[in-house]
């Protein structure tokens, strides 16, 4: 199974990205995984900001509680990130990851991760 995100990029204080990360490879129960993002800054560790279940039961960090949205397309295997108003401390690389993970919100219990897209929001 491989993870391609994209979406990220440089937006003001206050602006607005859709990250996305596509699914290829694996069977076609997908949707049976848990999908999250999570984000590293620069020297920190890496942090959960979102995920999904296998329904559209959905967690946030309390960062991005009000401000993200997440949603998952599993006919397109696709999973999105809508930011809103967003901040300079969201800048980082953002990760999306699948599994089955017993706390959606630890790193540890995915299997599978994307690349990483960048977020850069200035200030």
């Known amino acids: 199974v491989q993870l391609q995100a994209s979406g990220g990029g440089l937006v003001q204080t206050g602006g607005s990205l859709r990250l996305s990360c596509e699914a290829s490879?694996?069977?076609?129960?997908?949707?049976?995984?848990?999908m999250g993002w999570f984000r590293q800054a620069p020297g920190k560790e890496r942090e959960f900001v979102a995920a999904v279940g296998w329904g559209t039961n959905a967690h946030y960090s309390d960062s991005a509680k009000d401000r993200f949205t997440i949603s998952r397309d599993n006919a397109k295997k696709t999973v999105y990130l809508q930011m809103n108003r967003l901040k300079p401390e969201d800048t980082a690389v953002y990760y999306c990851?699948?599994?089955?993970?017993?706390?959606?919100?630890?790193?540890?219990?995915?299997?599978?991760w994307g690349q990483g897209t960048q977020v850069t929001v200035s200030s």
């Open positions: 490879g694996g069977i076609d129960t997908d949707s049976s995984y848990a």
């Open positions: 990851a699948r599994g089955s993970p017993i706390n959606v919100k630890i790193d540890g219990g995915y299997d599978y």
